[in-house]
């Protein structure tokens, strides 16, 4: 039996993180279903490298189980790690916000371009746009050389992210931009300002998605929609 709440997890430990989470999730509050935001404590302080992210699979696992009134998972990492996992687990809707970002995408614009946080995260990227087979309409993956932690420092990231936004646009051809990581959700409205380019944050696409699945019942395991 399902429960009634979207259920957000954060893969890493960073409460700020979770906080900016939440908050850019407040505009999907009206639809009526609750969203609760978790912080995976067994995390990392910040997912990196596809060690730290595979790493997280076990505990995401074992906390999303553990969320009784569950009508849905949002995998809040970029790069979705455990999403299939996840999806083994439990019929509820689970969706990974790389995954729900390139598709909100695909429908914002022709080329998508990726602004990641460090160069070691850009192959992790392109092995998932592979496997979704969209890197015909990749323009982009550019990294700020940032660190997960930096980015809460409007004065380090936000900078760096505009100009980086512009770099995709300008000489790579980018026609919608991703945002690289669920700690960037604070800057969307700044950058799509600054660069003029439709901004996907993937947190708030993803949790769209998922209130849809939510709200029409449809499920990976077909009819079989039971937790």
């Not at 039996?1 to 893969?11: A, E, F, Q, R, Y």
């Not at 949002?74 to 729900?100: M, N």
């Not at 969209?134 to 004065?155: K, Q, T």
């Amino acid at each position: 039996m399902s429960g009634d709440t979207l259920i957000v997890i954060n893969p890493n430990s960073s409460q700020t993180v979770t906080d900016g989470i939440k908050l850019a999730l407040d505009p999907l509050r009206k639809f009526g279903t609750p969203i609760r935001c978790l912080t995976l404590n067994d995390g990392p302080t910040g997912i990196e490298n596809q060690r730290q992210a595979d790493l997280t699979i076990g505990p995401m696992l074992r906390l999303a189980a553990s969320q009784k009134d569950a009508a849905g998972y949002v995998i809040a990492c970029f790069g979705d790690p455990g999403l299939h996992a996840l999806r083994d687990q439990t019929a509820l809707p689970v969706v990974g916000i790389q995954e729900a970002a390139v598709m909100t995408a695909l429908t914002l614009g022709q080329r998508f371009g990726v602004i990641a946080i460090l160069p070691a995260s850009i192959p992790r990227h392109l092995r998932a746009f592979g496997a979704m087979g969209v890197l015909d309409r990749l323009a982009g993956d550019r990294a700020l050389g940032l660190s997960v932690a930096d980015l809460a420092d409007a004065d380090k990231s936000l900078d760096a992210m505009i100009a980086t936004g512009k770099r995709l646009r300008d000489q790579d051809g980018a026609d919608v931009l991703i945002m690289g990581c669920a700690g960037m959700a604070q800057y969307r409205h700044l950058l799509e300002t600054e660069t003029g380019l439709p901004v996907v944050e993937p947190c708030q696409a993803a949790a769209a998605m998922a209130l849809g699945q939510i709200a029409l019942t449809l499920s990976h395991k077909g009819t079989s929609h039971a937790g």
